[in-house]
């Protein structure tokens, strides 16, 4: 907003407090702390939002892949051609034959429920996810049929293994015998401790050979699925439909909307409710700068009086008190989003600062997944709350600076 060289001079003066205009002063800074945190808020969680949903986005999917298809009865026979057709398919950038399955896992007398994952050498080794979060050991020593293994470090801290210590994976389903079916049970030497953030993997992924994996299971030559990744993952449905209907006979494609659908569906509209909620901040920030304009319109209405007779014209005025206003507006917003990306970067601090301080853990692994606080601030997400704080503060100076520049200098100057 341009102002006159006069016009700056009042605007200057009113900004400022005034001998007897301490209570103004007092609501103005209200209304600029108003601002400042509600941007700050909107900031903050916006962007621990945005990286809940990335990081788990890229944790889960990098495990799992964008797509599935996986065989009917959890077995897929002829997998061999299935792994071609889905490597000839246009746009689909990689597909790896897996054997998942739920099973118990006992070392030093603790017994704990884990899910036997089964890669080839060579998937497991290019394996980004996995690779990138060797926390001990190698995952080169986990060779076809020398009886390694790579555990998550929660599964680790639980049963009390490290790297050399030797689990025992117990099969319910063993091979039958005139007693009864006998479970089968087979030692492991942990080789490698992983951890990828995200807790419910951690806690449970035992990743082993293939071939290691269709011996516990007692599979033979079947896997149960084959991981499918893609150029595009928001358009998975599209790129896997002709995968989909050639293999519909013997298997059922699922991508990864389908399999964590609640999970990002809650995020999606926590992440709403959120924004409208602490968009409310920002809303009374502006009616506190709306209270704090009308009480310096009120204090100055003499002095408007004086300036109308001198011929300033009621545009002059406006703009005075529009600058006012929207100057505590964008200082506000500009301090909300230094205060907002300050507390952002030093967050790991600030997490571990405040639960020591109430003796409370605020980010339990166990129930939000992953293991450390992210963050992805999205320049046009930001951006938009900037521009929303600075359209309601020019919002709220609209009525006070009409009611200025519509003083009447001669009711007002009458009996002075």
Do not use: C
Not at 344 to 369: A, M
Request: net charge neutral; hydrophobic share 50%.
């Amino acid at each position: 907003m341009i102002l006159r060289p006069y016009e700056r001079t009042i605007f200057k003066r009113y900004l400022l407090p005034q001998r007897g205009e301490g209570f103004i002063f007092v609501a103005a800074a209200f209304s600029f702390v108003a601002v400042t945190l509600g941007v700050a808020a909107l900031v903050i969680v916006m962007s621990v939002m945005n990286g809940v949903r990335a990081d788990l986005f890229d944790k889960i999917v990098g495990l799992n892949g964008h797509a599935v298809v996986q065989g009917f009865g959890g077995r897929l026979d002829d997998w061999r051609d299935v792994l071609k057709q889905a490597k000839a398919t246009p746009n689909v950038v990689s597909a790896t034959p897996l054997i998942e399955q739920p099973l118990l896992a006992t070392f030093g007398g603790r017994v704990e429920a884990v899910l036997v994952r089964g890669m080839t050498v060579a998937d497991i080794r290019d394996n980004d996810t996995l690779g990138a979060k060797v926390l001990q050991g190698n995952l080169a020593t986990l060779t076809a049929n020398a009886g390694n293994v790579a555990i998550g470090s929660e599964l680790a801290r639980n049963l009390g293994a490290t790297v050399g210590s030797n689990l025992t994976i117990i099969n319910p389903q063993g091979r039958p015998t005139p007693f009864g079916t006998v479970p089968r049970e087979i030692s492991y030497r942990v080789t490698a401790v992983f951890e990828i953030g995200v807790y419910d993997f951690d806690k449970a992924y035992v990743v082993m050979p293939m071939e290691d994996a269709q011996l516990l299971l007692l599979t033979g030559d079947q896997v149960g699925m084959i991981e499918v990744k893609v150029t595009d993952p928001d358009k998975v449905g599209d790129i896997l439909a002709p995968l989909k209907e050639k293999v519909a006979a013997q298997a059922v494609v699922s991508d990864w909307r389908q399999m964590n659908s609640s999970l990002f569906e809650a995020l999606s509209i926590e992440r709403v409710a959120m924004f409208v909620i602490l968009s409310l901040i920002i809303l009374v920030a502006s009616f506190n700068i709306i209270s704090s304009l009308i009480m310096l319109v009120r204090a100055k209405t003499r002095d408007m009086a004086i300036l109308r007779t001198m011929g300033a014209p009621r545009d002059s005025v406006m703009r005075i008190f529009m600058a006012i206003g929207l100057s505590i507006g964008v200082a506000g917003t500009l301090m909300g989003m230094a205060l907002g990306f300050g507390l952002l970067y030093f967050r790991q601090g600030v997490l571990r600062g405040v639960e020591f301080l109430t003796g409370q853990p605020l980010w339990d692994p166990s129930i939000r997944f992953l293991t450390e606080l992210p963050s992805k601030p999205d320049p046009f997400e930001i951006t938009g709350i900037a521009v929303m704080a600075v359209v309601f503060s020019f919002l709220a100076t609209l009525y006070p600076a009409f009611k200025a520049a519509n003083t009447d200098p001669v009711q007002v100057l009458r009996y002075e």
